[in-house]
């Protein structure tokens, strides 16, 4: 009887795949449904039972799982030949739980209507709505920085703890919330990852755990990263599972924060993506513009730089091919991409608005 039941768990994952192949054509569905329904429900209950806790759940689950999965496959690494078929059938099962659990949780968001069009905003921009909207952070990025450091050639340093920083982050979604109620950001559940180091040197800053709703943030990366991805995560927490989007609305929660540092990150993050397509489209342009950010600014991006290069290892770039296949059989055509995608949600939203 175990036998036949874990056959047809098994056995689940094909309907599995077609109902989530069928749903992708139905945003509006899952938008209204899961998105705006179900979702929120799942993601603030699992903020409740465990954001209290002062590590990583996820991690910890994680770590057993993967010595629980070398011991299964040393227990039983005769019978991928004596007894093949039972064990596929031990394998899928897993599979059929995890794919389930994934989309319950929070996968199905991948596929929910793109925000430009919840914000009623344009996909596309033209090269002068670009330069526009640089100057613009130009211009709050270099008056926030002297701000704070009296100097336009000092680089910034937060004088917070990354521990003060996960604490602080929610605020900008609390000043957020108040132009988009939906981005309401209660409990708290943003954490220092276990795997940090591995994460510095597979070249990602942060990740969200989809089984546990936790937020995860590299506890290496240079504490001028810190607060913006603290938020892009606190975004992918929210249901915004597109990194372009996630991107978005953690400059927005960065830029809308009372604390100045908070303000500078989220203003000079945006900045820099801009910056990047304007190089893109026209180098000379470029470097017409960044003469006019401040020499602080630059050094901070200099700082980030050379922490990624520093920290740089051969296998790298496969670990981000790899994600970059998974966000493209997740509907990010794009792959890693999209996350340069932020810019069109940037320039449209900015293009009218003051900073």
Not at 38 to 44: D, G, Q
Not at 178 to 185: A, G, K, Q
Request: aromatic share 16%; glycine share 4%; hydrophobic share 40%.
């Amino acid at each position: 009887m175990l036998k036949k039941k874990k056959t047809l768990l098994a056995l689940s994952v094909i309907p599995q795949f077609l109902l989530v192949k069928w749903l992708v054509n139905y945003p509006n569905f899952i938008e209204q449904y899961y998105s705006n329904g179900l979702y929120p429900v799942v993601s603030k209950l699992f903020r409740y039972v465990l954001g209290w806790l002062p590590f990583s759940f996820g991690d910890v689950v994680y770590c057993l799982a993967a010595i629980y999965i070398i011991r299964w496959v040393f227990k039983n690494r005769k019978r991928v030949f004596k007894d093949t078929k039972n064990w596929l059938v031990d394998v899928f099962a897993a599979v059929a739980v995890l794919y389930f659990a994934f989309h319950l949780f929070w996968g199905l968001n991948y596929y929910r209507l793109p925000l430009h069009r919840n914000l009623n905003l344009e996909a596309d921009y033209t090269t002068e709505q670009l330069v526009l909207v640089t100057e613009k952070l130009i211009e709050k990025s270099n008056a926030v920085h002297l701000q704070i450091a009296k100097n336009d050639s000092l680089q910034i340093d937060i004088p917070y703890t990354k521990s003060d920083i996960l604490n602080k982050a929610p605020l900008g979604y609390k000043r957020l919330k108040s132009v988009f109620p939906h981005l309401e950001y209660q409990p708290k559940s943003v954490k220092k990852s276990l795997f940090s180091y591995p994460l510095t040197y597979m070249g990602f800053s942060g990740y969200l755990n989809p089984l546990t709703n936790e937020a995860q943030v590299d506890a290496l990366i240079p504490s001028y990263k810190f607060p913006t991805t603290a938020t892009h995560e606190m975004a992918h927490q929210l249901g915004y599972a597109a990194e372009n989007e996630a991107n978005f609305i953690g400059c927005l929660a960065a830029i809308n924060h009372d604390d100045l540092y908070f303000k500078y990150t989220g203003c000079t993050f945006a900045l820099r993506f801009c910056l990047n397509e304007i190089y893109r489209r026209d180098v000379c342009l470029f470097e017409d513009m960044i003469a006019d950010v401040n020499k602080g600014v630059l050094k901070n991006y200099e700082e980030v730089r050379l922490f990624w290069e520093t920290h740089q290892n051969p296998a790298e770039p496969y670990f981000k091919q790899f994600y970059s296949g998974f966000l493209k059989a997740n509907k990010q055509s794009k792959g890693m991409e999209s996350y340069s995608y932020v810019v069109a949600l940037l320039v449209n939203y900015f293009d009218e608005k003051s900073l």
